[in-house]
């Protein structure tokens, strides 16, 4: 029981963190891919969806597995920091990604590492 109890202590603010993380993406994504389609450009649609299905899976992943989503969203993190070549994107897209991956796997870890 005691063991559960650590793992929770760290998987519900990974958890938190991750949907906190996605709402503003999830936000963007809708707001760029919706002015799109009113403009005329049907075949934002694909992509819209595409971002949306990821941003989504990676929330429910780490939702789900926290050990997995971690490794996942850490995978993301160095992803878009090696992507994107600017200081200020990378701490907009990258370090947030990357603290939700290292807490999920930390929190997947508790109570199991002897002391």
Excluded: K
Excluded at 3 to 31: K, T
């Amino acid at each position: 029981m005691l063991v559960a109890a650590r793992q929770n202590a760290w998987n519900w603010p990974a958890r938190i963190l991750a949907v906190l993380w996605a709402i503003p993406w999830v936000w963007f994504a809708l707001a760029v891919g919706v002015s799109e389609i009113v403009g005329g450009s049907i075949q934002t649609i694909p992509y819209l969806l595409g971002w949306l299905a990821a941003l989504i899976g990676l929330v429910l992943t780490v939702w789900r597995w926290p050990r997995v989503g971690g490794v996942v969203m850490i995978a993301a993190a160095i992803a878009a920091a090696v992507y994107f070549n600017r200081t200020d994107t990378r701490l907009l897209l990258a370090l947030p990604a990357g603290v939700v991956g290292i807490m999920a796997v930390a929190g997947s870890y508790a109570g199991r590492m002897p002391r």
